[in-house]
Every structure is written in C-alpha cells, then in structure tokens.
C-alpha cells in the first residue's frame, strides 16, 4: 500500500475523536421501523466500532437494509436512538449523514453512468464552483486506487464498467469522503471469488486504520473471513447480538439465520397423499438467463416443488423467463411435454401455465382498471361482452376468491394487498391450469391473507397441478412443498426432501455445501 | 437484489399529468370527463370575453353572434361540419395513440403524404378513367395507407431503435412537407397550370350529402367515431391500447408483447391522418397545392385532449372547435375584431384544461 | 453544386442560422436537466414580439433582445411551474404553450399594428455583433457543462436524476433553472431574428425555426459548439434551397429541404443506440419512484 490521502484520521486517530469510551463510532439502540402493518425492525441495537468489521446476517426481510439506511439517512426510524461519533443524530437526511462521515455502498449503484469514474468521483464531493481538470480529477482517483489497490478504469463512462468495477467505484467514493463509517449492502453479491478476496483485503486496511465497518451478507465464508463481529437478525429482531465471530461456528451462524420454527400457520402437507398424478408435467431444461446458467427442474403433477434461496439469485430471472415476460438466453420451459414459445404470454396461458408474479402491482395487475378488466387480462376474446355483462360475470369469480371490494367496477387500486392477490390468483387459478409458477405469492400480504392464498395453491396442487412455488420464507416452504431446492450461485443445489434439515438448508443458501450433498 | 421488507400498501405511483388525464377520461365519472374541459371552455371564454371588451365591442353580442351563425341557416352549419371533418378524423387517431401513452406529433406529416399519394393515384393517366366509386375509394384507401406507413416509420425507429417518438414524428413532418412541395412542383404538377399545385381530382371529388352542402368526408368521420368506440370499449384491441397505457410490463407478463401496441397505435394514427388528407383535398380544396395543410395537426391535438381521449368527446370537441372557429369569422367581420383572438381562445382552451387538470390532482393528492 | 460555396449562400447561411442557432442552445439547456421544451417555437416567438415593440419603443436593438430574453425567460418559468412542479406531461404542454404564443403573438401584433398599416421597420444589427453574441453563449454553456459543479450536476440530473438526488443535488431546482435560462434563450434567438436580419415583426414569423432547433440538440448530441455548427448547417441548406428554387438541377431542390431532417432522423436512431440522449428526458421526477 502506497502513502493514502490526507484523512481526518491522521488528526486524531483510532477512536479518540467523537468514540466513546468503549471505542464505538456508532450506537444505535432500540431501533423500530414500522411500514404499515410489517414490523421490519423492532427494537434492534447495533454498535459499531473503530477498526472493527461487524457483520449483519439474515435471511430475507430480516430488517438488515432498512436497519442500515436508517443509518445512512435514507429512512428514519420510529422509535429509538443513533448516536453517531458520541452525538446523537438528529436529521435522518442522507447529505447530512455523509457529511458526518457515513457512507452507503447499495446494491444498485448511484452512479451516472455517463461520467468517467473521476468525474463521478467530482460530482459527489465538489470542490466549488469549478470542477478541477481532468488531470486532477483524475489524480484524485489515481491517489485514492493506489491506497487502496481497487483498480478502476477512467476511460470509458461509467455505465460501461463492469459491476466489480462500478462496485469497486462506489467504494472508492465512499472513501474519497473519508467516511469513518462505511456500510456495505451485499457487497460480494456480484464479485467473483477473486473481487471478493481483495474487497475482504480492503476493508481490513480500512479497519485497520481506526474506521468502522459493517458489512450485510448471507454467506457465511465471507463472515468467518472478513468479520470480527456479527450481529443476526431475524423478523426484525436480534437473534445473536454484537458477539464475536470466533464465538460461533458455520452451522450456529446457519440456524440463527433461518430463525425460530413458526407457529405452523400455514397448510402443514406432511400427511398428504403422495399418489402420483402426471409425472414431469412442469420442465425447465438448461434455462440460462441473467443469473441463471443452465439450470433444470422437474416438477410433477399434484406436486408442490419449492424453490428457496437468497433473493439475488437468480429467482427473479427464473420468474421472467417461466412467465414469458424475457426471452431466455437458452433452454426451454415445457408444459405436459409441449415446449412454450419464448416471448409469448398467450401461449404460455394457453398451455395451461399459470403465473402468479412477485410483483403483483407490476406484473399482474393493471391498478387504473376495474377488477372485471383485470380478470380479463391474458384471456381477453377478440370481441369483449358488454361492460354490464363483464360486471355481472365477474362477480362469481371475485365471490369464490373471496376478493373483498366494493364490486367488479371498483378499480384494482382500491384493493388491499391481499385482495390484490386473490384477485391475481382468481384470474391465473381460473380454469384448471395444469402448472402454476408462484413467485413469492405470500410476500407482503398479512398473515390471514396469506394463509388463504397458500391453501388454494396447495389445493390446485391437489388438483393435480404441477406448482413451482419461489419462496422466501423458509417456514412457508418447509410447510407446503413436496421437495426443496435452492438456488444459489446462479444452480441449482438439492433436491431435499421431507423431513426438512433447517441447518443443510440454510447452509445451501448460504451458498456452502453440507455433508449430505453430493 | 436487495432483501425487502415489502410495505403492505402498493409503493405510491405518481403519474404525469397526462397520464393522470388519461386515467380520469378512462376510469373517472361522466362528470369527470365534462366537467374539466367544460369548464376550460368557459374559463377561454371569460378571457376572451376581457380581450373583447378591450377591443370596443360587447362581448354578449359577440358570443351570440357566433352561436347564431353555426345554428341558423344550413350555410352555418354546413361550414362546421366541412371544418370539423378533418379535426374528428386526425382527432380520433390522437385520441387512440395518446390513450396508449404514445405520444405523436406527425399527423401533420402524414396528412400530407396520404394526400399526395391519393391525389398522385386519382390523377395518373388511366386510372382516372375509374368509375367513380371506385375511384374515390381506391384513392382514400390509398391516401390512408400512405399515412399510415409514413407514421409506422417514426413507430418502427422508435420501436427497434429506442429513438423518441416525439421527435421522429415531427422530424417525419417537414419531411412530408418537402415530398409535398416537390410533389406540386414536379411529381403530380398540373402541367396547364402556372402555380404549383396538382390536377384537379375531378371525378374523385366527394358527392355531397344528399340534400346539403357537406361532402360525406363529414358522414365518414361521423361513422367512424362510433366504430372507434366500440373498438375501444368492446375489441381486444381497445382493451390492449388501454392496458398499454397504465402498464405495459403487466401486458408483456401476461397479453401480448408490448411492442405490438406502440405500432398498431401509430399505424391507426397515421391512416386516419392520412385519410383525412384525402378527404380534404378531395372534398374541399380540388386539388393539392402548395399551402395543403394549416396547422390542422395541431388543432387536432387540442381536439383530442378537449374530447378527453374519447372518440365521442372527440366528436362533440371536433365540432365545438369547428364551430367556434367558423361562427368566429362571421363574428369578426360583423364586429371588426382581429381575427387572431379566436386563435388564442382556443389555445387558452387547452392551456386551462392541462392546468385545471394539474391543479385537480395536486388537490387530490393533497388530500 | 458549387452554388453552395458562393459567398452569397455561405453568408445566407449565417444570417438564417443565427437565430435557430441560439433557440437551439437553450433546447440544449433544458434537455440536458431532462426537460423536453415544445415550447420553444412559442417562446421564440414571443421573444421575437417583445424584441420588436421594445425595439420600437426605444429605438434600441439591443434592448430589444434584452425584452426577448425576459419574455423568453418568463415563459420558461412557465413551463417550468407546469411541467416540473405540477409534473405535467411535456410534451402536450408543451404544445399547448406553443400554441397559445402563437396565437397571443399574433393577435397582440394585430392589435397594436392595425392591418393595412405598415409596421415600421426598426434599427437592426448587423450580422458581426450577432456572430459575436452566439459565440459568446456557446462559450459560455461549454464552460458551463465542462468546467462548473453547477453544470455538472445538471447533466447527471438528465441522466440520472435518482444518484444525483442520493448526492443531494436538487433535481427540480436545477431543472427549473435550467428551463427558465433554455426559454430565455429561445427569446434571445427571436428577438436576435427580429432586430438582426429581418428588421421587422409579421405574425408568425419564426415559421417553425423553433421546431427546426429541436432536432439541432438532437443531430449535435447535445454538445453546444456541433448545436451551432448544425444551425449553420440547417442555414447552409436553407440558403441552398432558396437559390436552387429558380434553377434547374438534376437533383430537386426539395431534397435540400428535407436533408436537414433525414439526417437528424439518422441521428436520433444512431445516438438513441449509443445512449447519447440524457436518459430522463422528458420523464418527470419522483424520488422513491424508480
């Protein structure tokens, strides 16, 4: 390492500026963050230290992101405190916070993609009204690389890096405000093993030099690697709190990851019987798209497979591709042996696919329009019946499902997260399908709603449907499917099957191999 | 991809104004949909009812002069519907396109390549010969084909290209505008005459409606608002320009690749503008000069967005445009007012109906 | 052919490229934030107006412009209010603003002028100051984007209006400047056709120029030196059909006339592919919407 940049650190060391005794740059106590009915965080703490890197472990929706952009700035917490540098915070306003020495590195990056990597390092901290020129802009990256031996290219524009490059670029601007706290969202998500190892590098020199760093991940080798501490939450609550790394092992860290056992609020399958209907009636065979390389899955009539796995990987472009919505890189999809048309919803509905989107506001619903339209949508006939006829037909449908509205001419906006979502399975469950791709169908509804919409999938399974159910919640899955697998690293791990190990799951998501796996 | 804690209430869209114009004129009341524009139009009005009074003359007396010359006497009205033909056609297929969140501007392009190409065919040696029929539906099928291949270009460009709509349309205008000159100059010219401009269409002339002095452009554009109507309200189509409209990822997920409904769009948009080219020409004009279309492309926007993006509103706001238009220079000449004010009511018509709209939603979202 | 390089034609060039050229930088202006303004042909037009009677008030050219540079600026808070606080769609207001200069233009020279009278003719400037003044504005805007914070941060705004927010740059502020200095100098390029060449005020006289300087930001891609090279070129072609209109050539004058606009049509295709449009033009601002 090269002689680094002029740093506030050079003023007053490690700690002694702003820490408080215990050498905490950052205390945050009692954190609760609420959105509507979801409690995402309830009274969480989390301490960070100077030369420490703490590592924050969860699964999905554990509250990790919101807890730390409430950090940040980027969100507020409802109740509790952050004290940062000794004093407490009081505006949550991201310039702020970065001009307290706060630095942010998320998943999708704030860059401009049409600047160079110096210019966007110019633009987010300016020194007056003039920029300086492109020598010593460039001098400014060039200094900031060498200290910290992340190489990014100046020549090209930034949306024409690489994701390690324009990753790497974040960083380095974190650094170039000298932030003493540096918070990294998943940041080797999309590195190689390579990009991963020097980034681990990196952060320690920074440690090192009296900064505190925290860093959110699922995988486990990078916690042992790169953490000192380690903090887990689940459903928005501390499970290990602030303790030290070397304290725990692989499979610990695993299993408080995955949480409690729930109460068993949904539809428990286990003693169901498992006569067989139309084997292989759902294929996916060598799908490669985004992050998925050639992944195949099988799924049987009457058979509920589950698809667990961190999200990232690769669950939104298996959905894309299943759906018709993007014409997959290779591989195909097949319903009853007949192969779907990249590319075409029809078809995919006329081959009896049923697709119930994780978004369903984006996907599958169109809010401006009257629930009778959106029952229509995808099955639309060339010539429409009457609006008083739509209304009137409709009417059994939203009855069945039990969609609570104030009629079919009500328009989808006005609908509660779960009617949306029972109005979206009204029109995809209508009819018999012979599969069903469920993409997250429980996320966001509450737990009445939920419970009502797992029943009718696992009903349709019953029905001798083929259901690819994507899943977030292990609980939900370990409850409903038939077999597991996970998706990790762009393939696919498994199968497994009942009874579930909680532990090898989790580690499969955690991106490690268990003993059990061949 | 980040983890997410999902809010229970869909994330908050806030459209642009149009959009939230668009939605009203789809999803709102029948009060909605007339109460904005009605009261644009009055708002127009009372201002120019201000310029009116500054000029001298009574502004009550001015307004009931224009009323009267639409309503009495066959002339009057005969006039409106000559007017509003062109604005109801264009209109419509503004309407539709801009329902789909498609916005072009080259009407007026491909108004006048729908009118070279129909005079072009109804003046070339031997087919002029056709029966009459014929030859005058030949040369509006021609003319709206032209049209709408001339606005299938800038759909295409945009489509498979990325390049913006709203440029390319009014790019495609002045090109238009340069095969018209050539086309009077050159291509179509009447060789016995001094000026430029084409033959006379002679027997390709619209038949008046029997018993007026309208040609049946007037009864075609008519006829077609309520086909446009029920092709919006009851065909798949309609449905998918709509759902286009709001959100094209759902229709991608779940209908039919979203690329298809930007052309379709264009190409509606383009045939009706080209239609309308040939229908002036060979219902008014005669022939196709030099000065063919006046701002009319525009006009018709203003037609469209008054009509609420409705063929039926379209009708009414094509004629109440038309009318104002005409009883105006009848107005003018009794009061001696300048003849431009009835071109600054109208573009203040436009002008409150987007504020109105703007203030009606930042009330409603402030609520 | 070699009628294009006569001095004449090249100085033609000039005269007509001016203007457009100067309604082209204030298009650059605003587009670059993200805003597309069709209301350039409008606030032309109005700058064109408010330079004349300022001028014949005064006697001044050069308080002409600055009246067509206020007018212009006017009309872009205008716009501004409606398109990037009330998050109006741009282009149909665009239109609509247009549409009303038009006609308000008009209708107020009709007043003032009654027809049949003449209206004077004013003092003009000569092309040197006008050549002077549009070198000056072009050097002025590449300083801008390529030498100032304040610049800078106005293009990520076009480009990607959500990181300059996380930055903390304010995306409507800026967008609201730059709106209001692109409609000022629109006016400048109306009120510089007015005081400069043409010497005088007829209704509509911009005749679509402000148009034309859309498709200028475009063919140039939004850099401000190739934005005037391309108005010379606009003027070049103009020039080149007006004296070929007499003539008989092989090649149809008319085909001069539409070269302008092919050629931006290849351009828009070819920057759209190479992303060369700022990426949030003509979208509205929301954060936590994207």
Same mark, same amino acid.
């Given at each position: 390492m090269t002689a680094r940049p002029q740093s506030a650190l050079d003023r007053d060391?490690?700690?002694?500026?702003?820490?408080? /005794?215990?050498?905490?740059? &950052?205390?945050?106590? !009692?954190?609760?963050r609420n959105f509507g009915d979801t409690h995402a965080l309830r009274g969480v703490d989390l301490t960070l230290r100077g030369g420490e890197i703490h590592a924050l472990l969860g699964s999905n929706g554990a509250g990790k992101t919101t807890l730390v952009r409430i950090l940040a700035g980027l969100d507020r917490p409802d109740a509790g405190t952050v004290d940062l540098l000794g004093r407490p915070v009081a505006r949550f306003d991201p310039k702020a916070l970065r001009s307290q020495g706060v630095a942010l590195v998320q998943q999708h990056f704030t860059l401009v993609p049409t600047l160079s990597a110096s210019q966007n390092l110019v633009l987010a901290r300016p020194e007056g009204i003039l920029i300086p020129g492109a020598r010593a802009a460039r001098d400014r990256l060039n200094t900031l690389i060498e200290y910290t031996g992340l190489s990014v290219r100046d020549d090209v524009p930034a949306g024409r890096l690489s994701v390690g490059e324009q990753?790497?670029?974040?960083?380095?601007?974190?650094?170039?405000?000298?932030?003493?706290?540096?918070?990294?969202?998943?940041?080797?998500? &999309?590195?190689?093993?390579?990009?991963?190892?020097?980034?681990?590098?990196?952060?320690?020199? +920074?440690?090192?030099?009296?900064?505190?760093?925290?860093? =959110?991940?699922?995988?486990?080798?990078?916690?042992?690697?790169?953490?000192?501490?380690?903090?887990?939450?689940?459903?928005?609550?501390?499970? =290990?709190?602030?303790?030290?790394?070397?304290?725990?092992?692989?499979?610990?860290?695993?299993?408080?990851?995955?949480?409690?056992?729930?109460?068993?609020?949904?539809?428990?399958?286990? !003693?169901?019987?498992?006569?067989?209907?139309?084997?292989?009636?759902?294929? &996916?065979?060598?799908?490669?798209?985004?992050?998925?390389?050639?992944i195949d899955l099988e799924v049987a009539g009457g058979e509920i497979l589950g698809v667990a796995g961190v999200d990232g990987n690769g669950q939104f472009d298996l959905e894309a591709a299943m759906s018709a919505r993007s014409i997959p890189d290779a591989g195909s999809v097949a319903v009853d042996g007949m192969v779907l048309e990249a590319g075409n919803p029809r078809h995919r509905r006329a081959q009896g696919l049923a697709y119930i989107p994780s978004d369903r506001y984006?996907?599958?619903? =169109?809010?401006?329009?009257?629930?009778?339209?959106?029952?229509?949508?995808?099955?639309?006939?060339?010539?429409?019946?009457?609006?008083?006829?739509?209304?009137? !037909?409709?009417?059994?449908?939203?009855?069945?499902?039990?969609?609570?509205?104030?009629?079919?001419?009500?328009?989808?906006?006005?609908? /509660?997260?779960?009617?949306?979502?029972? +109005?979206?399975l009204a029109r995809e469950l209508n009819g018999e399908p012979r599969a069903v791709l469920a993409c997250y169908p429980t996320r966001g509804l509450d737990p009445n709603a939920a419970d009502t919409v797992a029943a009718r999938l696992v009903s349709c399974a019953d029905d001798g449907a083929a259901v690819l159910w994507i899943g977030a919640e292990l609980d939900e899955l370990l409850a409903v499917s038939d077999r597991i697998v996970v998706l990790a690293g762009g393939s696919v791990v498994g199968p497994f099957f009942p009874p579930y190990d909680r532990a090898a799951l989790g580690l499969a998501m955690a991106g490690e191999a268990s003993d059990d796996q061949p | 991809m980040t983890a997410t804690v999902t809010p229970t209430e869909p994330a908050e869209e806030t459209p642009g104004l149009l959009a939230r114009i668009a939605h009203r004129a789809t999803a709102g009341g029948p009060i909605n949909q007339v109460l904005v524009p009605l009261a644009a139009v009055v708002a127009a009005l009372v201002v120019g009812a201000v310029f009116i009074t500054f000029d001298g003359s009574n502004p009550l007396l001015v307004y009931r002069e224009i009323v009267s010359a639409v309503f009495t006497g066959r002339r009057g009205f005969s006039d409106t519907a000559t007017a509003a033909t062109p604005l109801i056609l264009i209109g419509l297929g503004y309407a539709i396109a801009y329902r789909a969140r498609v916005f072009t501007i080259g009407a007026e392009g491909q108004y006048l390549v729908g009118a070279v190409v129909g005079t072009a065919w109804v003046t070339a040696g031997g087919i002029s010969d056709m029966p009459r029929f014929p030859l005058i539906m030949s040369g509006l099928l021609l003319a709206a084909l032209g049209g709408a291949l001339w606005s299938m270009l800038a759909g295409w460009l945009g489509v498979r290209f990325g390049a913006n709509i709203v440029i390319s349309s009014l790019m495609l205008v002045y090109v238009a505008e340069a095969v018209l000159a050539w086309a009077v100059r050159d291509g179509i010219k009447d060789p016995d005459s001094f000026v430029n401009q084409s033959r006379q269409i002679g027997p390709a002339t619209l038949p008046d409606l029997p018993g007026t002095s309208t040609h049946i452009g007037f009864a075609l554009a008519v006829l077609l608002v309520p086909v446009a109507a029920v092709l919006m309200a009851r065909h798949r189509g309609g449905f998918r320009v709509t759902a286009y409209g709001h959100n094209p990822s759902a229709l991608d997920a779940n209908e039919v690749r979203s690329k298809t409904v930007v052309l379709l769009v264009m190409v509606i948009a383009g045939a009706l503008a080209g239609l309308a080219g040939m229908v002036e020409t060979a219902g008014v004009s005669g022939r196709l000069?030099?000065?063919?279309?006046? @701002? %009319?492309?525009?006009?018709?926007?203003?037609? $469209?967005? %008054?009509?609420? %993006? @409705?063929?039926?509103?379209? %009708?009414? $706001?094509?004629l109440s445009l038309a009318g104002l238009t005409i009883g105006f220079e009848s107005a003018q000449r009794e009061f001696d007012l300048p003849s431009s004010l009835v071109g600054v009511i109208t573009a203040l018509i436009v002008v409150f109906v987007v504020v109105g709209d703007a203030l009606a939603s930042r009330g409603k979202e402030a609520a | 052919m070699d009628i294009l390089f006569k001095i004449e034609t090249l100085e033609a060039a000039i005269r007509l490229g001016i203007p457009v050229a100067l309604v082209a930088l204030?298009? #650059?202006?605003?587009?670059?934030?993200?805003? #597309?303004? #069709?209301? #350039?042909?409008?606030?032309?037009l109005s700058g064109a107006l408010a330079g004349y009677a300022a001028n014949e008030a005064t006697g001044s050219p050069w308080v002409g412009l600055l009246a067509g540079v206020a007018v212009g600026a006017c009309s872009g808070g205008v716009l501004a209010l409606l398109v990037v606080t009330a998050r109006a769609n741009q282009v149909v207001t665009g239109i609509a603003l247009t549409l009303l200069a038009i006609s308000a233009t008009t209708y107020l020279f009709q007043l003032q002028y009654a027809i049949g009278g003449i209206p004077p003719r004013v003092n003009r400037l000569g092309m040197t100051p006008l050549v002077l003044m549009t070198l000056a504005c072009v050097v002025a805007l590449w300083f801008l984007f390529n030498r100032t914070t304040l610049g800078m941060a106005m293009g990520a705004v076009g480009e990607a209006p959500e990181a300059a927010d996380a930055l903390g740059y304010r995306v409507n502020h800026l967008r609201w400047v730059a709106t209001i200095i692109g409609g000022g100098l629109a006016g400048l390029g109306g009120a510089a056709l007015v005081n400069g060449p043409l010497g005088l005020f007829i209704g509509n006289v911009t005749a679509g120029r402000g148009w034309v300087a859309l498709a200028l930001v475009v063919f140039a891609g939004w850099r401000p030196g190739a934005t005037v090279a391309g108005a010379l070129l606009f003027g070049l072609c103009d020039a080149a059909q007006l004296r070929l209109q007499g003539t008989t050539t092989d090649i149809p004058y008319e085909v001069f006339l539409a070269l302008p606009y092919v050629v931006t049509l290849v351009a828009l295709v070819l920057r759209a592919r190479a992303s060369r449009t700022p990426a949030a033009l003509g979208v509205a601002y929301v954060r936590g919407a994207h």
């Open positions: 060391g490690p700690g002694s500026r702003g820490a408080t /005794s215990s050498g905490a740059l &950052v205390e945050m106590r !009692g954190i609760t990753q790497r670029l974040e960083l380095l601007r974190a650094l170039d405000a000298d932030a003493r706290v540096l918070l990294l969202d998943e940041p080797t998500a &999309v590195l190689t093993d390579q990009e991963a190892e020097t980034l681990l590098n990196v952060c320690r020199t +920074l440690a090192a030099e009296g900064r505190a760093l925290a860093f =959110i991940t699922h995988r486990l080798a990078e916690v042992f690697d790169g953490a000192d501490r380690v903090t887990v939450l689940a459903e928005g609550q501390e499970v =290990i709190s602030d303790e030290l790394v070397a304290d725990h092992t692989r499979a610990g860290l695993a299993s408080a990851m995955i949480g409690q056992e729930a109460s068993g609020t949904f539809t428990d399958r286990s !003693g169901r019987s498992s006569e067989n209907h139309v084997a292989r009636r759902l294929v &996916v065979s060598g799908l490669s798209l985004g992050r998925l390389e050639a984006q996907f599958g619903l =169109i809010r401006a329009m009257e629930l009778a339209d959106n029952l229509e949508l995808g099955r639309v006939p060339r010539w429409r019946e009457r609006r008083a006829a739509r209304r009137e !037909g409709s009417v059994a449908a939203l009855d069945h499902w039990n969609v609570q509205s104030a009629g079919p001419a009500a328009q989808a906006s006005t609908l /509660s997260g779960g009617n949306a979502q029972k +109005l979206v | 000069g030099a000065q063919a279309s006046v @701002n %009319l492309g525009f006009e018709a926007i203003i037609v $469209a967005l %008054l009509g609420r %993006l @409705n063929p039926v509103g379209v %009708l009414f $706001a094509g | 204030g298009a #650059l202006v605003s587009e670059r934030t993200g805003v #597309l303004n #069709l209301g #350039l042909e409008g606030m032309m």
